[in-house]
């Protein structure tokens, strides 16, 4: 006769396995945030937060903090942080605009050199961290002001200001540039007539989620990334090569951050020193309301993209309402209080459940 389930393992359901995934309050809160906002459009209190037009702009908005995010919480499952990521925006970004601007760099070139230029910042800050063993919060802090001041300091020893602009001349019908600003698709507006043009951010940011994904649940690595954020010390004792994945994390989180420079600057043609300013904040945000705990160990890549949905609902939200970025700011913070409550609440049930 065969042997049953424990009734225990009987009771749980697939509708209770949905509620007890880390991205479960990432996809209520998404839901949550547009209804409210729907209800002010309905209401007459917001214009145009349901028009297509609306749309396209929160959707690049989440967009640009999803390209991050994606990277950066395969590093905070790991157990890490990268604060660096907003800075290599910046100095990514005036790579590609000095390179093609200043220098007469090919596009394919500048692209090049930003990327190898992230690559190597982020296996210095993964290298650094686990040689060292300080923690990576201290150490991607102090790179973050070291790549800020080098960014502006070179830029103005070079151009003489921290702008640099006039790419479009230069960049016009170049096949890597496009692949980094072309248009993922145009939609007609009803009623206004207007084209509508979704960016081709939006298909990075979705094939990156789709891509952190696969890799956490479906391969080997993805397994070490868990046990690297889990337990160090019994990952490595089971044969997790531990410091090379967190190497290795650190620079996929600065090659996300030279992609997104690539997208602001080839999209504007034209680059600034303060591009990225925050970010790195803004993509940990993400995470965490995307479900990954901060301790590490845990979290989903498809959580963190509807984080950055909740974001992007967020901001367009606020700003068809009427209200400035100072109350997005407060919105930030309010819903990382909330989500750091979620997670610890969740974290608890999950241990009482295992005793």
């Not at 995010?69 to 942080?81: D, T």
């Not at 830029?155 to 540039?177: E, F, K, S």
């Not at 591009?275 to 995470?287: C, P, Q, V």
């Not at 909330?338 to 999950?350: G, S, T």
Request: overall charge positive.
């Amino acid at each position: 006769m065969a042997t049953s389930k424990p009734e225990r393992l009987r009771r749980v359901g697939p509708l209770r396995t949905f509620f007890g995934r880390p991205e479960f309050a990432a996809i209520i809160g998404a839901i949550l945030v547009w209804l409210v906002f729907a209800s002010l459009e309905l209401a007459g209190v917001s214009r145009g937060f349901l028009t297509v037009r609306g749309t396209a702009n929160m959707l690049e908005v989440a967009a640009q903090i999803g390209i991050l995010g994606s990277a950066v919480s395969l590093l905070m499952i790991a157990g890490e942080f990268d604060l660096s990521v907003g800075s290599m925006v910046g100095a990514a970004g005036m790579i590609v605009a000095i390179g093609i601007g200043q220098w007469g760099w090919p596009v394919w070139l500048a692209v090049g050199v930003a990327f190898a230029f992230a690559l190597a910042v982020g296996f210095l800050n993964g290298w650094v961290v686990v040689k060292t063993g300080l923690p990576s919060f201290i150490v991607t802090l102090a790179s973050l002001f070291m790549l800020r001041g080098a960014t502006i300091g070179v830029t103005r020893l070079i151009t003489g200001r921290t702008q640099v602009g006039g790419l479009d001349v230069l960049t016009a019908g170049d096949p890597v540039a496009n692949l980094f600003r072309g248009n993922l698709f145009e939609v007609t507006e009803a009623g206004t007539g207007a084209k509508v043009i979704f960016e081709i951010s939006i298909l990075w940011w979705v094939v990156l989620a789709l891509v952190a994904t696969w890799i956490l649940l479906r391969t080997p690595f993805g397994n070490w990334i868990f046990g690297a954020g889990g337990s160090a010390v019994a990952a490595r004792n089971v044969g997790v090569p531990v410091d090379r994945v967190k190497v290795l994390l650190f620079m996929a989180t600065a090659a996300s951050a030279a992609l997104l420079a690539c997208v602001q600057v080839l999209n504007v043609n034209s680059g600034d020193v303060l591009r990225g300013e925050e970010f790195e904040f803004r993509a940990i945000i993400t995470a965490v309301i995307g479900g990954t705990f901060l301790t590490g160990g845990y979290g989903s890549a498809i959580g963190t993209f509807f984080g950055a949905l909740t974001l992007g609902l967020a901001s367009g939200g606020l700003f068809f309402v009427g209200l400035g970025n100072e109350w997005f700011k407060l919105f930030l913070g309010a819903l990382l209080l909330v989500a750091v409550l979620v997670n610890a609440w969740i974290r608890q049930r999950a241990s009482e459940a295992h005793r």
